[in-house]
């Protein structure tokens, strides 16, 4: 990789390490000062003949000093436009090689940390989402790349490109998320374990937790109980935040609590998804998939429990007939009524109507 590196990334990457760029310019290179005790020399401009060794003996001499892989450096330099992301867990230890399923264990549990803070980052938070991702959390994850994995680290690294639409992008929000969110997720955990009580878990959905990321979670803990793991972050260089980089810890015994969680967030979606409900009002569209989805769309008050909830919603028709009389009431301009349940259908709210008629009929 060392090879590949750009003397503006050198440069850039110095600047933000603590070098000092000094004054003179020794044979088309920059000299850079480290404390007063290293000095590098960095060539000006690529394509020199001997750059390729002068870029090599730069990432051996800043490997020395970090006390990192040369491999991790390299990297680091050549990324100046990426978030990293890096996990620390039994599962992901390497100790000089990692075996098949615990490879596959961490970076499936890495990839669908980062697809639940992204879809949370891009659709606003959810208890549970359903159906495939958006187009734009897709795109993210097919450019973010892992590594490169370096034996004596034991880590598993995520690099999160930050060249996507938005300002910031999807990756930047998503990684803003999760720094804000696990540490308040970590306490719930540890609570979770000395109390048994997993209500906390509840309250922490506005904040972006879903029963996706406690899953996530729960894989990078490994089985059973699960031991202690560890998530870290290290904004891009070119893209600054004034959000502190750092690391949030799990205890051991995560893994348990955290599909725990997982699990009463599913079941309490399935609990919110079958709510009594009723809407009085006028149809205002109405849709035919050619098969057995029949809908229309009622404007009207939306009644759950006694509280009107939404001004308007689609109604899940039970067969052609009611929807032929939909259609009569839509053009008719008649006021109509359908009770059944409320329910979420791809992160929307729905009425599966069991009763439909006209509102006079009552």
Request: aromatic share 6%.
């Amino acid at each position: 990789m060392t090879g590949e590196l750009s003397a503006a990334d050198i440069t850039g990457y110095l600047d933000t390490s603590g070098w000092i760029r000094q004054p003179e310019i020794w044979r088309t290179a920059s000299v850079w000062v480290y404390q007063g005790e290293h000095e590098v020399i960095v060539p000006e401009f690529d394509g020199f003949v001997d750059g390729p060794r002068r870029v090599q003996e730069l990432v051996s001499v800043l490997a020395r000093i970090e006390g990192r892989p040369q491999e991790l450096v390299a990297a680091d330099i050549a990324t100046p436009r990426a978030d990293l992301q890096w996990y620390r867990a039994s599962s992901v230890a390497l100790g000089g090689q990692i075996g098949l399923v615990e490879a596959v264990t961490a970076l499936t549990g890495a990839r669908d940390v980062l697809l639940a803070a992204a879809r949370a980052a891009h659709v606003g938070p959810r208890p549970v989402f359903h159906g495939p991702a958006p187009a734009p959390v897709r795109e993210l994850l097919q450019a973010v790349r892992v590594g490169p994995m370096v034996t004596a680290e034991e880590t598993v690294l995520v690099r999160v490109p930050l060249d996507g639409p938005g300002d910031p992008p999807l990756g930047r929000r998503a990684l803003l998320l999760l720094r804000r969110v696990l540490p308040l997720l970590s306490d719930a955990t540890r609570d979770a374990i000395q109390t048994k009580d997993f209500g906390l878990f509840d309250e922490l959905t506005a904040e972006g937790v879903s029963a996706e990321l406690c899953g996530a979670l729960a894989q990078l803990s490994g089985p059973g109980a699960g031991a202690g793991f560890e998530i870290g972050f290290r904004w891009a260089r070119d893209v600054p935040t004034d959000v502190e980089a750092g690391m949030v810890a799990f205890e051991p015994g995560s893994g348990k609590a955290l599909r725990t969680a997982r699990h009463r967030l599913l079941r309490l979606q399935k609990q919110k998804q079958k709510r009594r409900a009723s809407v009085t009002g006028l149809v205002r569209t109405l849709s035919h998939d050619g098969g057995a989805l029949f809908r229309a769309w009622v404007q009207g008050p939306v009644i759950v429990e006694g509280a009107t909830v939404r001004r308007s919603v689609w109604a899940r028709l039970p067969d052609e007939a009611t929807y032929e009389r939909a259609v009569s009431a839509h053009l008719d301009g008649l006021v109509v009524r359908a009770n059944g349940t409320l329910r979420d259908v791809g992160g929307t709210q729905e009425l599966v109507a069991e009763v439909f008629g006209l509102a006079e009929d009552d």
